[in-house]
C-alpha cells in the first residue's frame, strides 16, 4: 500500500467547538436553553445583505465562477485600498492559511508560531509535512498576553513563516502596531502572517494597511465572525502581488463558489450588521467581566480585545475537562484549553463572549459545579 508522507502517520484533526445538537441528543436540553459559546459566532445570524444577495445568485448556480472570485477580490480591494491583483480570496481564511504554508515553506522547513494559537497553523503545518514550531515562552503565563521579546527570539535565520494572530486567539490580547513592525521588521526571510480575523471586536481598523508597505506580509481576514457568514466559509488575504502570485499557484482552482462570492461582495457593504455587532461583543465583554467577580473558584483573564476570553481554573481538585463536561450537561458548550489549544493545559476554558443570557448562564453554570 502507498502511505502517505511521514507527518501523516498520525494525522491530528481540528477539534471544533460542539454543535447544539449534540447537546440536545446527548443531554435532551431543549435547543433553547443552549448556549454555544465554543465557536465565536455571530449572536445576531447572517448579515441579511449577504443573505439576499446569496438568494439572488441561486440563478447562476450553473455557471463556473471566476476562478479568482473576481468580484469579491475587487470589492475587498476597493475597501481596503488594494489592487484586486493583490488580494486571494479563500473557501474560509483557513484555506488561504493552508495556501500559505504550501506556497512558502517547504517540506521539513520551520513554520513558528505562539502556544498557545489557533491549531489550524499547526496542524495544516504538519500535515504538509512542515515543522511546527511552537513557541511556549511567547506567552507570558500570568496575562496570557504575547511576550514579543520572546517571541522575536523564537524566529531563526531558517524560519520560513511567522503566524501573529490580533486578537490573538485564545487570548484576545492585543498587539499595538509597533509590535506588529517589530515583528515584520526582524523576520527579512520569511513571510508573516498576520490573521486579523477577529479585528473588528478590536474596536480598530487593524493593521492590514501594512501589506502595502512590506514585502514579507500578508494579512488575512475571514467573513466568519463579524460578518456573521461563518457557513458560508469566506475568508481572505491580501499582499504585494509576488505573494498573490504564488498562492494563486496551488489554489484550488474554483475554490470560491457563486454563493460565496455574492454573498462576501454585499457582506462587505453592512456596516449596520458588523456596528451592531461589535458593540454586542464589547458591551458583552464588560457585562461578563462584572458577573465573573461573583465567581471564587474561576477568573476571568482580562485584556480581551476579541469576541472570547480565557477562563483560568483556580480550584486544584478540578480540570478543564471535567468543567468542559459539567458545563456540557449544564447546556453551556464553550472550548476545553487542554484538548482544543496545544501548550493550553488543564487550567483553562475559552468561551465567546455574547449576549447578556448567555453569559449569566455561563455564570450559573460555573457556579453550580460540584
Ligand atoms: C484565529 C483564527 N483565524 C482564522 C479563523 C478561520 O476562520 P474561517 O472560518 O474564515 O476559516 C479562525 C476561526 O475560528 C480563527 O480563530
Redesign the pocket.
Known amino acids: 500500500m502507498r502511505l502517505a508522507h511521514p507527518g501523516l502517520a498520525d494525522p491530528e484533526y481540528y477539534v471544533a467547538g460542539l454543535p447544539a445538537d449534540y447537546v440536545t441528543a446527548r443531554y435532551g436540553i431543549d435547543p433553547a436553553r443552549i448556549s454555544k459559546l465554543g ?2 459566532e455571530n449572536p445576531f445570524g447572517a448579515s441579511q445583505k449577504a443573505v439576499e444577495a446569496v438568494t439572488a445568485a441561486m440563478g447562476r448556480l450553473h455557471l463556473y465562477p471566476t476562478w479568482t472570485a473576481q468580484p469579491l477580490r475587487e470589492k475587498i480591494a476597493a475597501t481596503y485600498g488594494y489592487e484586486p491583483e493583490q488580494v486571494i480570496c479563500g473557501s ?4 488561504v ?1 493552508s495556501l500559505v504554508i504550501r506556497a512558502f515553506s517547504e517540506p521539513g522547513g520551520e513554520v513558528l508560531m505562539p502556544a498557545p494559537c ?1 491549531p ?1 497553523y499547526h496542524l495544516f503545518a504538519e500535515a504538509e509535512g512542515r515543522q511546527a514550531v511552537l513557541s511556549h515562552r511567547a506567552t507570558d503565563r500570568a496575562t496570557m498576553a504575547l511576550d514579543l521579546d520572546a517571541y522575536i527570539e523564537a524566529m531563526r535565520p531558517t524560519t520560513q513563516i511567522v503566524f501573529l ?1 490580533n486578537p490573538h ?1 485564545p487570548s484576545g490580547t492585543w498587539l499595538e502596531e509597533a509590535d506588529v513592525r517589530r515583528v515584520v521588521e526582524a523576520a527579512p526571510s520569511a513571510l508573516v502572517v498576520l ?1 486579523e ?2 479585528v473588528h471586536y478590536s474596536g480598530t481598523p487593524g493593521y492590514i494597511g501594512l501589506a502595502r508597505e512590506y514585502d514579507n506580509l500578508i494579512v ?1 481576514r ?3 465572525k463579524a460578518f456573521g457568514l ?1 457557513g458560508l ?3 481572505f488575504g491580501v499582499a504585494q502581488r509576488p505573494i498573490i502570485n504564488a498562492l494563486l499557484a496551488v489554489k484550488p482552482t474554483w475554490n470560491m463558489g457563486q454563493l460565496q462570492i455574492a454573498g462576501g461582495v454585499a457582506a462587505l457593504d453592512d456596516d449596520a450588521h458588523v456596528s451592531r455587532t461589535v458593540e454586542a461583543i464589547v458591551a458583552g465583554r464588560t457585562y461578563v467581566a462584572d458577573r465573573f467577580e461573583s465567581l471564587e473558584r474561576f477568573e476571568m483573564i482580562g485584556g480581551s480585545r476579541s469576541n472570547f476570553f480565557l477562563v483560568r481554573i483556580l480550584d486544584p481538585e478540578t480540570d478543564s475537562t471535567k468543567v468542559f463536561n459539567g458545563l456540557l450537561e449544564r447546556g453551556v458548550i464553550v472550548k476545553d484549553g487542554s484538548v482544543s489549544f496545544r501548550g493550553l493545559e488543564d487550567r483553562f476554558l475559552r468561551s465567546d463572549v455574547n449576549l447578556p443570557e448567555h453569559m449569566d448562564r455561563l455564570v450559573a453554570a460555573l457556579a453550580d459545579l460540584p
Open positions: 465557536s465565536a474560509g481564511e483557513t484555506e492559511i489557533f489550524i494572530t486567539s490573521d480575523a477577529y488575512l475571514t467573513f466568519s461563518a466559509r469566506i475568508g
